[in-house]
């Protein structure tokens, strides 16, 4: 059985009301363009979208960053483009911040999330997309899933899970090429929350089993403001995530997404927010957020997608909802105080740092009596 490759791609390409959601023209002239150009590529694909962005999930045997796949996915997300800016959709085209493809969408605009694998017999996998976040945000998340069986029993259940997870991060500070670390669960337990800690800086891009060596996680690190050279909006990130059998249970990967931890990204892509899991293609609404996350999660065969269920979709996560609103208004209760907005270097913004600027002038130095 030659292996075959999953490959998710979102961007944000315009929205209705601000940042709320695309248009169904839009994502309809996105189907109908992949049911045409990507006939004899893809296997099969399926699109939607997750606040103001979209991805498209395509299932090929063609490999990661491979030129074709990403072509069709850079032009379905160009001729949508060409429909969100005929429709005065806000924000149309943002995340396309090259002119020219150039081989692949990586460090393009659009985020990319890719897994090669050979089908198990049974191949159930999540998908993962978050909006008003960056990709520190499934930090926690994939360190409780993978590496604590204070969630996830499997990792004294099962002799094969046991065996632990390899953890591939990546810095994203560093811009002049992929500098990367891999860490392994459980030996290096606590130099991997060191790193994790710190969501805008190091950033689990893949993670594998050590007991068969297979990819098991894929999220995208895009950092869009070091690509534009100043911020244009949030690195909003996909996931994938293969489950069951030697990895762990969709309900363990699920279950670390009860906290609704706090997060990067509410606000003008300036503020911290619970990150809130909701059902699939849900708008955006309080103080452009809460951030969130949706899950969808598909089985395939021979590279045939069933449809998706929803992860999220389930009167338990309605209890979770409640409490990321509880959470929301909790940091919101202080503005712009302390933690509830971002450091200077994450602000999407520069008002903050040209006030600051000029208030500097302003100063003096008392003297000495
Ligand atoms: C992410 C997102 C935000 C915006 C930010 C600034 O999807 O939409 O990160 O980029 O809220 O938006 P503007 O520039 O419209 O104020
Ligand atoms: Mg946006
Ligand atoms: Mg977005």
């Not at 996915?73 to 396309?96: N, S």
């Not at 208004?329 to 270097?345: D, K, N, T, V, W």
Request: proline share 6%; with cysteine.
């Amino acid at each position: 059985m030659a292996k075959i490759t999953l490959s998710l791609i979102k961007a944000d390409i315009g929205s209705i009301g601000g940042h709320i959601k695309p248009s169904s023209k839009l994502i309809e002239s996105i189907c109908s363009f992949l049911k045409k150009q990507a006939k004899g590529v893809f296997l099969d694909f399926y699109v939607g979208f997750t606040g103001d962005d979209i991805a498209i999930l395509s299932v090929h045997k063609k490999g990661p960053l491979n030129e074709k796949v990403h072509k069709i996915c850079w032009d379905a997300f160009k001729k949508g483009t060409e429909i969100a800016k005929a429709q005065g959709l806000y924000g149309a085209g943002q995340d396309l911040l090259k002119e020219a493809f150039a081989g692949n969408v990586k460090g393009m605009g659009p985020a990319v999330a890719e897994i090669e694998f050979e089908e198990r017999p049974a191949e159930p996998f999540l998908i993962f997309a978050a909006d008003k976040t960056d990709p520190g945000a499934f930090n926690l998340p994939l360190y409780l899933s993978f590496a604590d069986p204070m969630n996830t029993p499997g990792l004294i259940l099962s002799p094969i899970i046991k065996k632990g997870f390899r953890f591939r991060i990546i810095d994203v500070s560093y811009t002049k090429a992929d500098k990367i670390i891999e860490l392994e669960a459980p030996e290096d337990l606590y130099d991997l929350a060191a790193l994790l800690r710190d969501t805008e800086r190091f950033v689990i891009e893949g993670i594998f089993s050590r007991a068969t060596g297979e990819q098991v996680v894929s999220v995208s690190t895009t950092r869009l403001h070091n690509i534009a050279g100043k911020y244009v909006g949030k690195d909003d990130p996909v996931m994938i995530v293969r489950t069951q059998k030697n990895f762990p249970a969709t309900g363990e990967i699920l279950a670390s997404f009860s906290i609704a931890h706090y997060v990067a990204g509410f606000m003008r892509g300036s503020h911290i927010g619970p990150l809130i899991p909701v059902k699939k293609n849900s708008p955006i609404s309080y103080f452009d957020g809460p951030p969130q996350v949706s899950c969808l999660a598909f089985c395939v065969k021979r590279g045939k997608l069933t449809e998706p269920a929803d992860a999220f979709d389930h009167p338990y996560w309605e209890w979770v909802r409640d409490e990321a609103a509880r959470k929301a208004q909790e940091i919101r209760r202080q503005g712009f105080f302390g933690p509830a907005m971002l450091p200077m270097s994450e602000l999407e913004y520069t008002g903050v740092v040209e006030t600051l600027n000029e208030l500097e002038k302003k100063f003096k130095i008392r003297k000495k009596k």
